[in-house]
């Protein structure tokens, strides 16, 4: 999770709760320090090892993701490589161009850096090999956090790794249909049984979440 709420936030008794209670939960970023939520995905690794002993992939996520956990660990995991794996909705630098007005966008940046296609901070599916490689090397080589997104720096972080897998899940990691516009590219689908990491979520959309499925109803 990113930082906790706020001292008088009714979310934070029970924010601290859940991180007691089951210990599945830890602050990466603290609150007030913008810089390190960059170099949040560095530090999954080693939580998972410290926390479980490591496991067999990791999922991370942007604070606004709906996640349909049973669809993800029974159907989806038992099919994917336990090696090599990068995985989510797949972007790329020509996304993120300069506007019909010649005025640049938030991440016109990335074209001038060359930068490689990358799985959007939705939602991003990685094995533990990667995951680990990941770690090691970022703590080895920072980048810049002002000027380059976690996802895009999560993505130059594993270029050297060999054989790996660059699979574009679009239709299952998406975003909401009538979502945002990425350099005026849609990149929403239709809501369906096989949606299984959504964004960006919000409470009025949360209202269309089925419990008793774990779906989102379109």
């Known amino acids: 999770m990113g930082s906790m709420p706020a001292a008088k936030s009714p979310l934070r008794r029970k ?6 209670r089951h210990r599945d939960l830890e602050v990466v970023a603290p609150a ?24 067999d992939f990791l999922l991370m996520l942007d604070h606004r993701s709906y996640v ?16 090599g794996l990068y995985q989510g909705c797949m972007l790329d630098q020509s996304l993120f161009g300069m506007t019909s007005s010649k005025e640049p966008t938030r991440g016109a940046y990335l074209e001038r850096r060359r930068a490689p296609m990358f799985a959007h901070g939705m939602g991003i599916l990685v094995s533990a090999d990667v995951a680990q490689f990941t770690s090691e090397l970022a703590s080895r080589i920072p980048l810049r956090s002002a000027d380059i997104p976690a996802d895009v720096a999560f ?48 409470l009025q959309r949360w209202s269309r979440f089925d419990a008793t499925t774990c779906t989102l109803q379109s």
């Open 15 to 20: 924010a601290a709760e859940e991180i007691l």
């Open 32 to 55: 007030g320090r913008e810089v390190s939520r960059t170099y949040s995905y560095e530090k999954a690794w080693r939580i998972v090892e410290e926390r479980f002993g490591g496991a």
């Open 68 to 83: 349909n956990v049973p669809l993800l660990v029974h159907h989806w995991l038992p099919s994917q490589p336990k090696t």
């Open 155 to 202: 993505s130059m972080w594993v270029q050297p790794l060999e054989r790996l897998r660059l699979e574009s899940t679009h239709e299952s990691f998406h975003t909401w249909p009538d979502g945002v516009a990425l350099g005026g590219v849609d990149l929403g689908q239709p809501l369906s049984p096989m949606s299984a990491v959504v964004f960006p979520m919000t």
